[in-house]
């Protein structure tokens, strides 16, 4: 009888400690109770934003921002570090090898046509390339999407476009503040607050265009994010005069960072038809002067005469067959990507015939670079308080996003775990070890009674004997 007690005793014990989940278990579970009830997203991006921004210039709506959410040091965006490939990172949780969006120009090599970033945004095939952004993925599961300006917001995917959405005009001009109240009037105002939808994303040109005319340390470009501290001061007080404030998260970061180019007699500029050796006569294809990162299609035969020629022609000039790339860049496999790539160092911008990008500054460069980084904020119901983190990449964002809205991802190639630390947890770390603490006392208290009705019972069966 003793032995049958002990047995059930360490049955019940087994089932009991079973059921006490382990601490990562238990974290899992607090990330997942983050949204007990899901809340409205806003997702917006400062093209160029580089991480450092906020740091010569008083940006009081960012700092205040941090204060009341979560301020990363910086974001590593995906490799092409240039608008549309980036964004679309942003959509997708893909490098830009997977999804496909290898530049912002859609071209063809065959007829040797070219589509710059505007018109590139309407050719449906370049986009829907079985990457499917999060707009599609929510609507599919119930939700209300809406999209202004973004990249990838023209075109259709399987057959849907984004619910509700505004794509920039032709001669759009990014600069102006009076335009952008207007649309986040239309984002916060019309759209969430009126006709109730669940997530949108929304565009900003600057200060990308500041940064590329008059260069990142510029006075032109400090007073560019200036206007962009006003306009985040602006979506947080429309924010609240809708009553948004505890139904509505906000994510804001960037697509990239910038660079000063180098020029004149400071450096040996990179020109393509200056090299010895080198002629556009061997080159079927190429897609160059539009900054630091370059392809070439050699002609048949032509592709070991013009890499043995281009590798050692320039000391800021990295040549790489498309397979040989590292691999940390995810920027090889993907056949949309020319056989010989082309990356300049920092500063340096690659050249065809002749030199015809005078930009002061630019972006495109190795995402490790520094001047690469992005920067990220995030504020609302679902993010701590006064929490700032360390470095993550980009393609984070996604599995991110997809977890405030409480849907199902596609496949990605991000993960929850880099992001989910920034959440509120419906259980604290306090509540959990009292929790704990209280199930371990009812658990010894529960054994200490089985142990004494066992030796009760065994004793009781002695004096009958």
């Given at each position: ?335 949309r990507l020319l056989p010989l790539i082309l990356i300049a160092d920092p500063g340096y911008i690659i050249n065809g015939f002749f030199p015809v990008n005078y930009n002061k500054g630019e972006h495109g460069f190795d995402n490790e670079d ?29 599995p991110l996003m997809c977890h405030l809205l409480g849907i199902n991802p596609e496949i990605n190639d991000g993960h929850l775990k880099h992001t989910k630390h920034m959440l509120v947890s419906t259980i604290s770390e306090e509540n959990y ?33």
């Amino acid at each position: 009888m003793l032995l049958l007690c002990l047995a059930v005793i360490s049955l019940i014990a087994s089932s009991l400690c079973a059921a006490v989940p382990a601490r990562d278990s238990v974290s899992e579970l607090q990330s997942v109770s983050t949204i007990s009830t899901r809340n409205k997203l806003l997702l917006i991006s400062f093209d160029g934003f580089r991480w450092d921004y906020d740091q010569d210039v008083e940006t009081p709506n960012l700092d205040k921002m941090a204060q009341d959410g979560v301020k990363a040091a910086y974001v590593t965006p995906p490799f092409l570090t240039i608008t549309s490939p980036s964004h679309f990172t942003m959509l997708t949780g893909r490098y830009v090898e997977n999804h496909g969006v290898i530049h912002n120009m859609w071209f063809n090599t065959t007829t040797q046509e070219k589509k710059q970033y505007y018109d590139a945004q309407f050719v449906d095939s370049y986009w829907d390339n079985g990457s499917l952004p999060i707009w599609i993925t929510a609507q599919r599961q119930g939700l209300k999407t809406g999209s202004l300006h973004f990249p990838g917001t023209a075109p259709t995917y399987t057959g849907e476009t984004v619910m509700v959405r505004q794509v920039e005009p032709r001669f759009y001009n990014h600069s102006n503040e009076t335009d952008w109240k207007m649309n986040i009037d239309k984002v916060i105002g019309e759209w969430f607050h009126k006709n109730d939808l669940d997530f949108v994303t929304l565009y900003f040109g600057e200060p990308d265009l500041a940064g590329h005319e008059y260069g990142p340390d510029s006075p032109e470009r400090r007073k560019m994010v200036q206007q962009v501290d006003r306009t985040v001061g602006y979506i947080r007080n429309k924010i609240r005069d809708h009553g948004l404030t505890d139904r509505l998260n906000i994510i804001i970061t960037a697509d990239h960072g910038m660079s000063k180019v180098l020029r004149g007699g400071q450096v040996e500029e990179i020109i393509l038809s200056k090299i010895p050796g080198f002629s556009f006569r061997d080159i079927q294809f190429q897609l160059l002067d539009y900054g630091p990162v370059g392809m070439l299609l050699p002609k048949e035969g032509m592709l070991e005469k013009v890499y043995k020629v281009l590798k050692v022609s320039h000391p800021h000039l990295h040549v790489y067959k498309k397979e040989k790339m590292p691999a940390r860049l995810h920027y090889s496999n993907n056949p949309r990507l020319l056989p010989l790539i082309l990356i300049a160092d920092p500063g340096y911008i690659i050249n065809g015939f002749f030199p015809v990008n005078y930009n002061k500054g630019e972006h495109g460069f190795d995402n490790e670079d520094m001047d690469m980084k992005a920067f990220f904020r995030a504020v609302g119901p679902d993010f701590k308080k006064a929490v700032a983190v360390d470095p993550f990449d980009l393609v984070n964002v996604y599995p991110l996003m997809c977890h405030l809205l409480g849907i199902n991802p596609e496949i990605n190639d991000g993960h929850l775990k880099h992001t989910k630390h920034m959440l509120v947890s419906t259980i604290s770390e306090e509540n959990y070890q009292m929790e704990v603490l209280i199930g371990l006392s009812a658990l010894a208290g529960f054994l200490v009674l089985v142990f004494i009705i066992a030796i009760s019972c065994s004793m009781w069966k002695g004096t009958r004997a």
